[in-house]
Structures are given as C-alpha cells and as structure tokens.
C-alpha cells in the first residue's frame, strides 16, 4: 500500500516601518554673498577674541580623552587590551611620491636627505635590474636615463630635477653649502650640480632638467663604478699633496671630499677647480702660467676636465693584488690626536675592512708608503652600507647580504655578528635617536627592528612588513608634525614614507650609558680572545730557531745524513 506525505514549513508575514528615500541626482548652486553692512574690522577682533579659547579647548581634547571609561573591566577573554597594543606597535604610512613622466623602469638607487630642510629629500633613478637584463646584449654599451629628483614633504610635484650623465650610485648634499651635490656613476664619473639657480615653475609646468656644473676628466679619475663619497668637514682641507692646512686657511665651509671606485684608488676633490686653475688658491696647489691660459673668465672653463686634487692607491699588508673598494666613510672623532683626523674607514669588494690615513707619519716615495693601518676579514660579500654611529664614534654598522657586524674601528675588533637573516638582507641604518635599536631592511619589503635593550639581542626585536616590492634605500628625516619618518625606495621607483611607534623613537632613560657598557663589555671580551689566540699560537710551535741551535754533534751529522738521503 502506497502512501504520500507532504509538510510544509510554517511561514509568517511580517513587516518593518522602514523609511526608503529612492537615489536621485541632486545639484547645489552657490555664491558669495557680502551683506551689506559687512565690517571687517569687527570680524577681525572677533577672532583675535575667540582664537585663544579655541585653542585651549582644542589642547584640552587632545590631552584629555573624554570618550574614555576608566571604571571599564574587561571579562575573560576580551582582547581589547592586546588589540591596543598592537595599534601602538603598528606603523602609519604618510604617503608615496613618485614621478610616472621619467618611466616607469626607474628604481631608487639611494637618497639623501637635506642637511638643513630636513623635509626635503633627493633620490637617484637609475635604470632597474630587471628592465636591463630583459633587454639583452643589445643594451649593453648604451648609456640609460638617470636622475636626481627632489622631494619636499606633502608635495607632490618635485622640486628640481638633476639630469645625471650615467646611473648615479651614489650622490650627497653639501652640508654647509646644500645647494651643491655632488655624485659618483656607474662609469666612473663624477659629477657636480648646482641647484641655487632653480626657477620656481608654476602650477601645470614641467620643470626642466639640471645638467652638471662640472664632469670629472675620464682618463685623470676613476676608471671603475664609483661606490661611495664623502664630505669632508668643513675644518678639514688639504693641498695637492694630501697634507691638512693649518687653521688659517680654513674656513668653516665644505669644499672638499673623497671618493673610493672599484679600481682600488682614493680620489680626493675640490669643487674650487676653476677658482685653483686660475692661481687664486696658491696654499692648495701651485699651477703653471701655461695651465692658466685660456681659463680668465667661467665661460671658458671646460666642464668635461674635472682632475682629482690628490689620489692614492693603498695595498694590501699581506700579499699582492688590488683592493677593490665599494664603501667608505670618514671617521670623524673628537679629542683625537692630529694624525687620526686623516683616517677613513673603506670596505672592499672582496668583504674586507680596512682603516687607511692618506697623510701617514713616514716619508719618502708617495708609492711605497703604508697608508693601510690594519685590514681584518669583515664578510664573505661585498658590503652594502658602512655607517658610523651617530652616538658612539668609535663603533660601526657593516651590512652585508646575510647578516651584519658591529666594529670597534679604533682597534680593528669586531665586537658583534648578528646571525644569518631568513631573507636577503639590502641595507642598514642606525636609528638617530636611539643608541640601542638598529633598522634593517629586506628583499622581502620588510624591516627588521634590532633593539640591544632587550633581553634577546642576538634575534631581531620586531619585523615589520611595509611595502610588497623590494626595498632598495633607506633613510630618516622629519617634518613639522613628526620627529621622526622613515623614508624607503622600492625597486619601482616609489619613495614611501612611514610613522614609526614612539617607543622606537624616544630613548629610554639612561639607554646612551647602558648601550655603551654593552659595547665595552663586547670590547674587552674579544681582546681577551684575541691574546688567548695569540698566545696559544706560540704554544703550538714546536721547532724555533733556538732549538735548533742547541742540536748536538752527533745529532747533526744524523740530520744532515737523513736530509742528504731525502734529496737524493
């Protein structure tokens, strides 16, 4: 017997009274309206009267939250807490700046922030990795647009544009004089804008393209990329021969700066080059009648013939072959005897470090001087950044591919090795207002935090991941609204700019002394090492000269009879 059934679910009507206004395109018209009996002046001493009690009202709300229940208990479970926590850790994006005209091939290769507008920054465009290679062999020989473009904080148009001869690796503002940079290329070739002749464009306008002042002499300068140049100070100059002057013919301006190239030599330039071949600087260099000839007013000068004012090539203590240099920096500390303040720091292709004094103590032939003081092993790669720290002179950053070290460069120790990073490491900084926290940046588009106030100091603190793209350069500056802003380049061009959380900005109390015990302590464990190592190597000798001396007859007739047997 068959039998069907069928249910249906219970249903029930109902409806809500909820007012439903249809879209439609709506259009406002306005216009200035002056009333008639409009004064001014009255209006004028209104606000004179209402603006100081607005802005007490506005600082009471910006220091007293008044939406905030202190009587609040959070239950079990609530993570509300943990979630504020995490707001304060995280980082604010401020804004991107980049230019789509030059294209869009162009990667950041490295940025300098103005010494005095700490708001402006420039950054080099040279041609991307990716972009050169996908060209092939028919790339190979051309040389690529690169430029330097500058910046200003919540400006979107850039303030001037620097039309570099080859891709620029690395450039700097004068920091007395910040109207000239000066640059190193991929081809060797140094070069010199000036910016003060800038024309304010207006509101619509494409601003043109500076070309440089001044082109070093290809046959005279680096034959290989530059890696690195530096400003000297402003109390610092020397003559053709290297020699520091006297204070007299100091003056507190920088003229003056070193460049190290893969080529193993030291080049050091005065951007006074016309005012030198002229022999209005005679206590720098003393140049013939003949070279003055030709050269009476500016617009004769060749900006294509550029020399160095001094140069060395340092060799290695040890063995032969030419040291290939990719950074440097001068090392600048006070209180120090007049024969360190011609002391720099290089690091080598092949991952050395070295200390050179282009003015050492001995005399004789420029060649056979020793201006390497000591050369110690630093990495396996070539050294990324080379920075002295802003706190404590005597201590440096080398950052390499995998991992970077800490070195006390008054005795050549390294002092610190982080461990090996989990992604490619492209570059490093120290924090300028914390003398225990280290800024690391990755391939990945990350950053890693190194805070040594913490107890794990061998693990980065914090790792932040802030673009999706390859950081490529790094930097700090500030606004009026910030102290501090971490400014970063990508592989695309972009310069980005951040918020870093306040405890990574504000010191902790005392953290200057506790970071220096750090080191000291650092310091004095690998000296102990180094002279367990040295006199353990002492011990495992165990044929010297005296020993040998003290042989018997009869045992040398046996060792002159075995040593007879062996030649033969």
């Given at each position: 017997m068959n039998h069907a059934f069928t249910q249906i679910p219970q249903s029930v009507s109902s409806s809500s009274q909820t007012v439903y206004n249809r879209q439609v395109n709506k259009a406002t018209s306005y216009d200035i309206v002056i009333p008639s009996n409009y004064d001014?002046?009255?209006?004028?001493?209104?606000?004179?009267?209402?603006?100081?009690?607005?802005?007490?009202?506005?600082?009471?709300?910006?220091?007293?939250?008044?939406?905030?229940?202190?009587?609040?208990?959070?239950?079990?479970?609530?993570?509300?807490?943990?979630?504020?926590?995490?707001?304060?850790?995280?980082?604010?994006?401020?804004?991107?700046?980049?230019?789509?005209?030059?294209?869009?091939?162009?990667?950041?290769?490295?940025?300098?922030?103005?010494?005095?507008?700490?708001?402006?920054?420039?950054?080099?465009?040279?041609?991307?990795?990716?972009?050169?290679?996908?060209?092939?062999?028919?790339?190979?020989?051309?040389?690529?647009?690169?430029?330097?473009?500058?910046?200003?904080?919540?400006?979107?148009?850039?303030?001037?544009?620097?039309?570099?001869?080859?891709?620029?690796?690395?450039?700097?503002?004068n920091p007395s004089q910040p109207h000239l940079i000066v640059a190193g290329c991929r081809n060797g070739t140094v070069a010199l804008w000036d910016t003060s002749k800038v024309n304010k464009c207006r509101r619509g306008e494409t601003k043109s393209a500076i070309e440089p002042i001044l082109k070093s002499n290809p046959e005279h300068g680096p034959k290989r990329t530059v890696g690195d140049l530096c400003w000297l100070p402003p109390h610092i100059h020397i003559n053709a021969q290297g020699q520091i002057l006297h204070q007299d013919f100091v003056s507190k301006t920088s003229f003056q700066f070193f460049t190290v190239s893969g080529d193993g030599q030291i080049y050091f330039w005065d951007v006074r080059f016309l005012e030198i071949i002229q022999g209005k600087l005679p206590h720098i260099a003393k140049v013939k009648q003949s070279s003055k000839q030709g050269f009476d007013t500016d617009d004769d000068f060749p900006v294509a013939k550029w020399l160095p004012l001094f140069k060395i090539k340092p060799k290695r203590l040890q063995g032969s072959g030419e040291i290939s240099f990719c950074r440097a920096f001068f090392l600048n500390i006070e209180n120090e005897l007049k024969f360190k303040r011609s002391q720099i720091v290089v690091s080598s292709e092949e991952g050395d470090l070295l200390s050179v004094d282009w003015c050492p103590k001995s005399e004789g032939d420029t060649e056979s001087q020793d201006y390497v003081q000591w050369l110690k092993k630093d990495h396996n790669r070539p050294c990324l950044n080379l920075s002295q720290s802003p706190f404590f002179p005597d201590f440096v950053l080398s950052v390499s591919d995998w991992n970077f070290h800490l070195w006390h460069v008054t005795e050549g120790l390294l002092v610190f090795s982080s461990p090996m990073a989990e992604s490619s490491i492209t570059g490093g900084i120290w924090s300028p207002t914390r003398p225990g926290v280290i800024y690391v940046t990755t391939v990945d588009g990350s950053i890693e935090i190194w805070d040594f106030m913490t107890e794990g100091c061998y693990a980065p603190h914090k790792t932040m991941p802030l673009i999706p793209s390859s950081i490529t350069a790094v930097d700090f500056t500030s606004s009026a609204s910030s102290s501090q802003i971490l400014v970063v380049g990508d592989e695309r061009g972009v310069l980005h700019m951040f918020e870093l959380p306040a405890h990574f900005v504000h010191p902790y109390p005392h953290e200057q002394d506790y970071m220096q015990k750090f080191l000291t302590r650092e310091v004095n464990c690998h000296s102990m090492l180094v002279e367990r190592s040295n006199e353990k190597s002492k011990k495992n000798c165990t044929i010297t000269i005296e020993e040998t001396n003290c042989l018997t007859e009869e045992e040398e007739i046996i060792f002159l009879e075995l040593e007879r047997d062996f030649l033969s």
């Open positions: 001014e002046q009255e209006l004028l001493d209104t606000l004179k009267r209402v603006a100081p009690l607005l802005e007490g009202a506005l600082q009471d709300n910006a220091v007293v939250d008044i939406f905030v229940d202190y009587l609040d208990i959070p239950e079990k479970g609530d993570t509300s807490i943990f979630r504020r926590a995490e707001e304060d850790e995280a980082v604010k994006a401020l804004g991107n700046y980049a230019d789509l005209k030059l294209g869009d091939n162009l990667e950041v290769h490295c940025m300098d922030v103005h010494p005095i507008e700490k708001d402006m920054i420039a950054v080099s465009l040279c041609q991307a990795r990716l972009a050169s290679e996908s060209k092939g062999i028919s790339s190979f020989g051309k040389s690529s647009p690169a430029f330097i473009v500058g910046w200003k904080l919540g400006n979107q148009t850039p303030e001037f544009y620097l039309r570099s001869p080859e891709d620029c690796f690395v450039f700097h503002f």
